[in-house]
Each structure stands twice: as structure tokens, then as C-alpha cells.
């Protein structure tokens, strides 16, 4: 039986999107017909799309008799998550020969790293990345000559914007492989000591970099819990990729078998095969709900807050921020992943992994059991289950065995009923300076109120000189405003963190507030975060001054200044000169500041299609 409040939430979202999803399966259907698809396509159409395929894979394409894969890839070997793509197209095309059907390359997605653009003017480019992703995906499928897509995504953007495209492509069938972590290096513990005492002075960069390379050393995704590694975890519970395919490193005889396991599945899925699965009938409001509730069982990446809601109005599925506040009161939080934690992704494979959560959620009821996924079967009980290789590799290459029921470190992985928090660990922010969000997952409880004097600034490297000059040795609440969506792109702070960690372990009482976000990886520091209305829209944030006293309270989830009614009175500030529109490009950017949405409404700049007329009101 289903968890009563997740439940309430669940019959919340689904009334509140009533008629959005309702247009938007109806587009769906619209555009679904028999395949292949491509026989509505003109001989020439056909021609110019096989005109490059080996002979065997032309014949069949001119044939339309077998079905179409398309792949989309965000491959680059700048990305240590993405390097790996580079060898899945040649697996998928020969799986797919094997199963029946050809496949083709439709097309690439850009694929930034936030761990190279963090603290540079790159970074303000990083969030409109996603939407320049979906749109790249929805040019790759404009084609018309496909019959499922199998998306290659892992990192923080790349994942959400393959998601908003899959879904407004969501009458065709398609499914994600990923990659897969790199081994572990050093710990994500002694990375951010190394990182603070080189923010304290007390280290040169040599130390540093030595100490980052030992971090950051191999094909894969980054091995700390950011926002790449909770999109694999989010497509594993909400059933878009295989179960047990986020974990398993890449360049493995395992996760070579996974590709071509998801490609046969795919095939099977199209409407060619024995279980035509369109994307739109897996992302429903229920696999909605379990992609919150993962995200609070694992205390996953903030960046979601903002995602999640982006990639569920592409289903015609409307959520807000009040929707995560009570799921994570009804969920506790049942890992320890740095940077709630010392361990990684791959101590938390090793521990039980995905199998072991979804089964933990299941017995307790906090999950919908009842969705369709690209596994079939029994819905999300399949996810329960751990994938090996078929050592004949005929017909299946990887066969799923039964997941662990307990856990193999309790330090790593907990239960329902002996959790490491009562709660999910985000909590809503809300008050006379507007709506945020806060992680606390991994902010000890003594840090949760802090009431101090705010230092007002409009760039986070302010805050850096202020450091260096040595005038931050006190109490003060930094607010970092003019950091929105629409201001220049909302990029991540995360050059803050050890600064702040280092005046916080002195026993100074410091906070962030920013219309801007952290890092995936936000730790120890409290950080209202994504507040709205952001400064450059005449929001409170543009009211402060440095000296105001602001009250930061995670235990009642409030964020105010203390004197309001002066603050009503004030004039707005105003938005400073950028000194960076002439650099990388920043300047072709504009019109994509001037349409974002707010951060609770998914920060996004696509728009809307007919059905979505509802998705710009007020969400109640």
C-alpha cells in the first residue's frame, strides 16, 4: 500500500495537470502511426537518410521492413562521463543487426562540465546548455526516419535536456544507456580538505591539482553524488534505463553487454517489435513521484529541484517546489554518499545499489509499484533486480538476477526504519525574501539557524577579494544576487563552498542566499538557494543591504530579513554592469535571459507547445 502522504501528493499532481497531460497524450497519440516510419517519407527523403549506410543496412532501411534506431549521443573526450560514448555506437548498431532492426547516428547534442566552467564565465552558459541540448535532440528526430531512440547522456544538463526532448517526442518508444562511473581515486573527503586549505592559503596549486587529478582520473562520471550521478539514479527509478545500469564502470565486458541489452530491449519496444512502449506512457505523474522520492532517499543534487520540474511540464505534468517539500517530509533519507557522506557512488553500488533502494521504497510503500518502464515486466519490481553477463550472450547478453534485500553496509546504505534523517533533506525556503530551496542533508543541525548581518554583493569573486583582504573573519549571511536565469544564466557558486567551509569551521555563524544555485555536490554550508523572484525581476533580493539582519532557519523553513517593513519601502538596486557579454560568446545568450522562467517553474526558455497553455499559470 502506498505511503498516504506520497499518495496525497501523487492525487495532487495529477488534478493540478488534468488538462495539460490530457492535451499532451493527445498530441502523443496524434503522431503515433504504423511503422517504420519512414515509409511516409518521399523515395528521395530515403535516399539522402541511407545514402552513407553499408549495403546491408541500406537495403533494409529502402525496404522498410526492419526498424530504425535512432542515437542520440553527447559523446566528447573532453567529458571523462561522455569519452566512453565513442565506442556505443558500433555496440548498438550490431546489436540492433542481430535483433532485427538498423541503427543510425541522428545526430549529437552539446555536452558542457560544469567541473571545468565552475567559478569561470562558462558557467553562465551551463543551465541554458539543457535547453540547447532538447532543441539539439528535437533537430536529431526532426528526420522522421526513426522508430525508437536510444539517448547516450550521463552529466548534469545533458541528461535533463535528452529527457525534455524524449518527451515532446513522446509517442515514439525510447530509452537511455549510460556509462557509467570512473574507478575511485582519492577520497571526496581529503578533495575538499586539499580544496579548503588552498582556499585557507595554507596549500599551493601544485598540492591542489595534484590532488584534483587523483580525483578526476579516468573515463566515466565524476564519483561524488552531483547531479550526474543522481540523473542515472532518476532514470533508473523513473524507468528509463535498465535496472542496474547507472553504476557499472565503462570500457567493462558488463556494461558493453547493458548496451546491448538496452538496444535489443529497444527494438522490442518500437512498434515492430512485441511491446510497443512509447516514452509518454512511462513518464506519467506516478514515475514522477518516484523520481522525488529517489531523489530524497539518496539526498540527490539540488540542480533537480530545478529539472525535475522542466522535464515533467514537457509530460504535461505540473509540479512545484510544495510537491518536494512534502515528499521529503514522508521520505527519509537512507544514504550516505559524499557529500552527506565519506563514501561514493561505487562503495554505494557495491553496498546494494539501485536493487537494494528501489526494494527498500518498495516494502515501505513509498513508491508506485504499478508504471510501465522500459524493463516491462512488473513494473518498478524489476528494478529490483541486478543485472550479469550472460556468458552465451544468445539471445539475452545480460541476464537480471535477484538484487539484494539487505544492506551490505549499513554505513552506506540504511533502512526505512533506521535511516541516517527522519526526512529527504531539502527543505522549501520561504519568507519576506521569497522562495528558495536548501539542502540539509549534509549541514549539521547546529548549523541550520543562523541569524547574522548580510554582506551584499553581485559577483561571488566580491566575496573571494573580500576573503583575501581578510574581512571575513565574523558572523554575516553572503547574499549573492543578480545570479538568476535572467540575469546571466544562473550558474552554479560552487567557488564559494570552501571559503564558507573554512569560516564555518573556525566557529563563525556564515549562510548563502542566492538567486543563483550551488554545485550537485552542495555540502556542509547552509545555502538558500534558486530564490525567486530573482533580482533582476524586482525580487527581494534587489531590496537588501549589507548590515540587514537576516534570519536563515532550516528547522521552520523560513528566510527573512528582520525589519520587512523597511524593506518594502526601499527602491531596488540597481542590476550591475555584466563585464563579461563580449566573452565566450555570452552575448548570443541574451534572448535566452530575457525568456527564462523562474528556477521552480524549471528555468527553462522552450516554448510552449498548444496543449501547454496552462503551464505559465500560477501553480496552486
Known amino acids: 500500500m502506498t505511503n498516504a502522504l506520497i499518495q496525497t501528493v501523487t492525487d495532487r499532481i495529477i488534478k493540478r495537470s488534468k488538462e495539460t497531460r490530457q492535451a499532451y497524450l493527445a498530441d502523443c497519440k496524434a503522431n503515433m502511426r504504423p511503422g517504420p516510419r519512414r515509409r511516409r517519407l518521399t523515395e528521395g527523403n530515403v535516399a539522402h537518410a541511407s545514402a552513407a549506410c553499408p549495403v546491408l543496412e541500406k537495403t533494409e532501411i529502402l525496404g522498410a521492413k526492419w526498424a530504425n534506431i535512432g542515437i542520440v549521443t553527447a559523446y566528447n573526450d573532453m567529458l571523462s562521463a561522455h569519452q566512453p560514448f565513442e565506442r556505443f555506437p558500433s555496440i548498438i548498431k550490431h546489436a540492433a543487426r542481430r535483433a532485427g532492426a538498423t541503427a543510425q547516428v541522428a545526430g549529437g547534442v552539446p555536452a558542457m562540465c560544469d567541473g571545468v566552467t565552475q567559478g569561470q564565465d562558462g558557467m553562465e552558459l551551463s543551465l541554458f546548455s539543457r535547453d540547447i541540448i532538447a532543441y539539439s535532440t528535437a533537430i536529431a528526430l526532426s528526420h522522421d526516419m526513426f522508430d525508437g531512440v536510444i539517448h547516450l547522456g550521463v552529466c548534469d544538463k545533458i541528461v535533463p535536456g535528452l529527457m525534455i526532448a524524449a518527451l515532446r517526442y513522446g509517442y515514439l518508444p525510447q530509452i537511455f544507456a549510460p556509462a557509467g562511473p570512473m574507478p575511485s581515486g582519492i577520497s571526496n573527503p581529503e578533495k575538499a580538505r586539499i580544496r579548503q586549505l588552498f582556499a585557507e592559503g595554507k596549500v599551493g596549486r601544485e598540492e591542489l591539482l595534484a590532488a584534483e587529478s587523483a580525483s578526476y582520473h579516468a573515463p566515466g562520471t565524476c564519483t561524488f553524488y552531483g547531479t550526474a550521478n543522481t540523473n542515472q539514479m532518476l532514470m533508473e527509478i523513473m524507468g528509463m534505463q535498465l535496472p542496474g545500469a547507472s553504476f ?36 506519467d505523474e506516478r514515475a514522477i513521484v518516484n523520481g522525488l522520492v529517489g531523489l530524497m532517499a539518496t539526498g540527490g543534487s539540488t540542480n533537480l529541484t530545478i529539472h525535475l520540474s522542466a522535464i515533467a511540464k514537457s509530460a504535461g505534468i505540473l509540479i512545484n517546489w ?17 557529500p552527506n557522506g565519506i563514501s561514493d557512488v561505487n562503495h554505494f553500488h557495491a553496498a546494494g545499489g539501485m536493487a537494494y533502494l ?95 548581518p548580510a554582506i551584499v554583493i553581485n559577483h561571488q569573486n566580491e566575496l573571494m577579494e573580500m576573503h583575501k583582504s581578510g574581512i571575513l573573519e565574523r558572523d554575516f549571511v553572503a547574499v549573492v544576487r543578480f545570479q538568476g536565469p535572467a540575469a546571466n544564466g544562473m550558474p552554479e557558486l560552487h567557488k564559494l563552498t570552501p571559503v564558507l567551509g573554512a569560516l564555518q569551521d573556525k566557529g563563525y555563524k556564515v549562510a548563502l542566499v542566492t538567486d543563483g544555485r550551488m554545485s550537485g555536490a552542495s555540502g556542509k554550508v547552509p545555502a538558500a538557494i534558486h530564490m525567486h523572484p530573482e533580482a533582476l525581476h524586482n525580487g527581494p533580493l534587489a531590496k537588501v543591504r549589507s548590515g540587514d539582519i537576516i534570519r536563515l532557519d532550516a528547522e521552520t523553513g523560513t528566510i527573512d530579513v528582520i525589519s520587512p517593513e523597511e524593506l518594502d519601502s526601499r527602491e531596488v538596486a540597481a542590476r550591475p554592469k555584466p563585464d563579461n557579454l563580449s566573452a565566450l560568446g555570452m552575448n548570443m545568450f541574451a534572448p535566452m535571459r530575457e525568456q527564462a522562467d523562474n528556477a521552480e517553474a524549471g528555468a527553462s526558455v522552450l516554448g510552449d507547445p498548444e496543449w501547454a497553455a496552462h503551464l505559465r499559470r500560477p501553480l496552486a
Not at 257 to 276: C, D, H, K, P
Open 358 to 452: 528501489i526494494h527498500e521504497l518498495i516494502n515501505e510503500g513509498l513508491v508506485h509499484t504499478d508504471v510501465t518502464t522500459v524493463a516491462g515486466g512488473e513494473g518498478l519490481i524489476e528494478y529490483t533486480r541486478e543485472p550479469i553477463k550472460n556468458a552465451h550472450a544468445d539471445p539475452d547478453p545480460v541476464l537480471f538476477r535477484k538484487g539484494p534485500t539487505e544492506s551490505l553496509d549499513p554505513e552506506i546504505l540504511g533502512s526505512v526504519k533506521t535511516p541516517f534523517r527522519e526526512d529527504g533533506g531539502l527543505r522549501l525556503m520561504s519568507g519576506n525574501l521569497g522562495r528558495g530551496v536548501m539542502k540539509i542533508s549534509a549541514v549539521k543541525r547546529e548549523h541550520w539557524i543562523v541569524e547574522a
Open 322 to 338: 510544495d510537491d518536494y517539500s512534502d515528499i521529503s517530509k514522508a521520505v527519509p533519507l537512507i544514504c550516505k554518499i559524499y
Open 248 to 283: 557499472v564502470h565503462p570500457n567493462t565486458p558488463l556494461r558493453d553487454a547493458i548496451t546491448a541489452q538496452t538496444t535489443r530491449r529497444l527494438v522490442s519496444m518500437t512498434n515492430m517489435g512485441e511491446s510497443f512502449t512509447p516514452a509518454c506512457d512511462i513518464i
